[in-house]
Every structure is written in structure tokens, then in C-alpha cells.
């Protein structure tokens, strides 16, 4: 991870020493929100909501044909995906209860390097990702209620270490379209997933196997600035 973390902020630092001398080469922020969930073969799809979540990071544009039409334009970006928990209640056999319910994050590292057709303001965007999965915080409450004895227990999870039963590295894609004004501020709307599951094939036992097929997906709202050049 410290490896990775280095080598991303050593393109950046390259980037940005080149963005100050470059003239078709601007740095930029952006900042938004996640609303995210599950795509894929989800089991008890239902019980898995939508959530929000906070992204935000840096990106370089470089205009490739001198009039900013067309454009390539990679980004370093934080970003929270996960789901929500329906309060929802399972029964075993014996007629054990089970009841679930909370937030999970999952915090990656999102490089997306896109091409970017700028039509007189009107932009749309496209290309593949590579993300990092950087850490996850798990909220979720277990309450469960003995069909035997009839007593009750509850477990809450919070910050998860262990990152075993999860691929951290991940391939995926984002496509969108927004508007950009002269002044470099621009509104964008995004739709971002994975290729890949992000839950490892030989685990059965993560969110009780649910998760098995799942793939993470976010419709993305920001709003980015590109400095002007000096």
C-alpha cells in the first residue's frame, strides 16, 4: 500500500512541476458526493441499499488538439462507496432470529484517466480506472434473539483491519457528461463500476455470501475547478 501511495504521489508531484510550465496543461480540484451500491449477482438484493458518500481529490487536464476539444484528463481521488442495511430480520430452523442493520464504507484510492470532448461548455467523458481499496468501516448491527432461551444479543462492527476476504485492487470504468465554463469551474454527473467482484470467489462467509458476485457502482455528483494557467 505504502508503495502504491508513493508511486501515485510521485506522478502527481511530476504532473504538477510539468502543469506549471506546460501550456496546454492545467491542475485542477473536484469535490462531490457518491451515491452508491451494489451491481452484479447480489443475493437478498433488497436488503442492500443505497448510501452517500463523500469524494474529492486532485486532476490534470491536458489539451490534446490546442482548442480544448478533446482533452485527457487523469484524477487522484478519494472516494466512499458501500451500502446500506435494511433493517431486515432472518430465521433459522430452531427459530433463531437475526435482525441487520447499519452502513458499510468502503474507502478506495480512484485513479480514473479520462477523455474529455469539450463542445462549448457541454462535456462528455469517458474512460477506464484503476482503484485501491484503502480501508473499511463497517457500522453494521447484528441483533440476535435465541429461539431457544428467547435471549437477545447485539454486535456492532465499526472500523474493519482486517481486509482479507476483500480484493483491494480493482479495474473499472467511468462515463459522463457535465458542463464546464470558461473560467475552469465545471458540474459534472457521473457513473462509475468495477469489472470485477470485489469480494474474493473462495469466501462464502463475508455478509453470509451474499456479497459473493457483487461489484461496486456510484452515480457521482461534483463540481471541479482547473486553475488557469499564469
Partial sequence: MK???IV????????????????????????????SNLAGDV???????NKLGFLGGLMLNADLTG?????VQPEL?????????????YKNLVGTTQKREGKV?????DVPVLFKVNASGLVFE???????LLSVKDETTVTTKSGITGNTNTATTHDQKDLSNLNRNELGYVAGLGYQAENGVSLNLRYTGAFSD??????????????????????????GYLIPNK
Avoid at 501515485?8 to 480540484?29: D, Y
Avoid at 482548442?67 to 482533452?71: K, R, T
Avoid at 464504507?105 to 484510492?109: E, G, P, V
Avoid at 469517458?126 to 485501491?132: C, E, L
Wanted: proline share 2%; aromatic share 14%; charged share 15%.
Fill in 3 to 5: 508503495k502504491t501511495v
Fill in 8 to 35: 501515485l504521489a510521485s506522478l502527481l508531484s511530476v504532473a504538477t512541476i510539468s502543469a506549471s510550465r506546460a501550456q496546454g496543461v492545467r491542475l485542477g480540484l473536484r469535490a462531490g458526493a457518491n451515491y
Fill in 43 to 49: 443475493q437478498n438484493e433488497s436488503t442492500y441499499n
Fill in 67 to 71: 482548442d480544448g476539444f478533446l482533452s
Fill in 77 to 89: 481521488l478519494f472516494s466512499q462507496k458501500g451500502f446500506e442495511n435494511k433493517p431486515t430480520e
Fill in 105 to 109: 464504507n468502503y474507502n478506495y484510492l
Fill in 126 to 132: 469517458a474512460g477506464p480506472q484503476y482503484s485501491y
Fill in 198 to 223: 470485489f469480494v474474493k470467489s473462495d469466501n462464502g462467509t463475508y455478509f453470509d455470501g451474499d456479497l459473493k458476485n457483487a461489484r461496486q457502482s456510484a452515480f457521482q455528483v461534483s463540481l
